[in-house]
């Protein structure tokens, strides 16, 4: 039936597109004074491509001045992204869906092979028709958090809010994110907002459908998505205004001294503090590869961190990374300054993408580190520059567009091997 439904909803939302869409897709004199771009130009699909590819191939096209989701789409495919990444903004666009249709607008959405589908790192603002979906589906209902405006299975809108227009008429949507500050906007009417990355939003991330999807939502800046979910569906008038970073020099203290807050753990490694406040990280029973990393993302910073290796030192600071396959998962993509024994490049950076190592540190400065003592270690990483130091003194440097352009958690590793124990203190983080 729904098949059947959508392809004449689709023959006669196309047959009226023809006057429809003619006189959008503009923007005024005073939205180019206030810094608005358009997302899409009206007549081409350019700025527009596959999520995870290079070019757009998957039925995705212009009609009569609109975007039109073709409705071959589904879970698994049929999403396209901005060539750009946006971080903070406001960004608007007018919808149209089809009977018992269903779509959605995502933001932050990050791009690697690993990630199959972008639901799994950027929130989705929900559009669907809930009524016609639910008599399609019959006898399935929509819960809550599946419904139209929500923050797709995290937060609700205010339903007295909510004027939605009937299928086939146009509404309005906007998306603002404010530096972690959330807001859905339906028909000039805000329906929902909320503060990203407060407990509230780490308890709502960690207990729903996100649970074991490790990087939903923390990435602060990514590629903007539209979905097809297998219903035809049709934007214009898509436009974004760039809102300024507030949270440049804001100063992080990492670890408290006292537990794991803000930070979890991956793989197989035991973590503790110990009576003075140390963090301290050993080999797991089964030896194997374990990482401790922040819950939150972190681009550009100047990190400083001290570390005593207490037997085997094999361990590391990853950056810019991520872990795929939940948390039992140890398999971590990003990269990592070294920190091992002597004579093994301890403020080098190797790269788990398949490079290898990106820069290792000239043979005489390996004196620099302190075995069994406590040394202090100097990350920064600003834009495609990383810079490296050991006890104030300069290790390596190096410039790469890779690194650049990505972003990541803080990760602390222990090797996989026998006997390795590594402990961690003073974790000071400035953002830049």
């Not at 899409?40 to 009569?64: A, C, K, P, Q, S």
Request: charged content about 25%; some cysteine; aromatic content about 12%.
């Amino acid at each position: 039936m729904k098949k059947i439904v959508s392809f004449v909803a689709m023959s006669a939302l196309a047959a009226g597109m023809a006057t429809s869409c003619q006189k959008h897709n503009t923007l005024s004199e005073a939205e180019k004074a206030e810094g608005w771009q358009l997302l899409f130009d009206g007549e081409t699909m350019n700025g527009w491509r596959d999520f995870n590819g290079t070019e757009l191939t998957n039925g995705w096209r212009v009609v009569d001045g609109c975007i039109q989701a073709s409705g071959e789409g589904g879970d698994a495919s049929g999403y396209i992204v901005t060539d750009k990444k946006y971080s903070n903004f406001e960004l608007v666009w007018d919808w149209k869906l089809t009977y018992g249709g269903n779509s959605g607008m995502l933001y932050h959405v990050v791009e690697h092979p690993r990630f199959d589908v972008p639901y799994v790192t950027g929130p989705e603002y929900q559009l669907i028709d809930n009524e016609g979906w639910e008599e399609v589906n019959a006898p399935t209902k929509l819960e809550e958090w599946q419904k139209l405006g929500v923050d797709y299975a995290m937060h609700l809108p205010d339903y007295s809010k909510m004027k939605v227009n009937p299928v086939g008429k146009w509404n309005s949507s906007k998306i603002v994110y404010d530096n972690g500050h959330v807001e859905h906007w339906l028909n000039g009417e805000k329906i929902l907002e909320f503060e990203a990355y407060t407990e509230d939003w780490f308890a709502k991330k960690s207990s729903g459908k996100w649970g074991d999807h490790t990087e939903y939502g923390l990435a602060h800046e990514g590629v903007i998505c539209l979905q097809d979910h297998g219903d035809p569906a049709s934007f214009r008038n898509i436009k974004i205004k760039e809102l300024p970073e507030k949270r440049a020099g804001q100063k992080v203290s990492l670890f408290n001294g006292k537990d794991l807050t803000g930070w979890e753990l991956f793989g197989s490694m035991r973590v503790s503090v110990d009576d003075e406040g140390n963090l301290v990280t050993e080999n797991g029973e089964d030896l194997q590869y374990g990482y401790l990393g922040t819950r939150e993302y972190y681009k550009d910073f100047d990190l400083t961190v001290e570390f005593k290796q207490m037997s085997n030192g094999n361990s590391g600071l990853f950056f810019h990374s991520f872990v795929h396959g939940g948390f039992k998962s140890n398999v971590v993509n990003g990269w990592q300054c070294e920190v091992a024994p002597r004579g093994n490049d301890t403020g080098g950076v190797y790269e788990s993408y398949g490079r290898g190592w990106l820069k290792q540190i000239p043979e005489e400065k390996e004196s620099i580190l302190k075995e069994g003592e406590w040394n202090t270690l100097r990350l920064k990483v600003e834009g495609n520059k990383v810079q490296t130091w050991l006890n104030g003194e300069p290790m390596m440097e190096l410039d790469d567009e890779l690194i650049g352009s990505k972003t990541g958690r803080i990760m602390l590793q222990i090797h996989d091997g026998n006997n390795i124990k590594v402990l961690w203190r003073n974790f000071n983080l400035t953002k830049l």
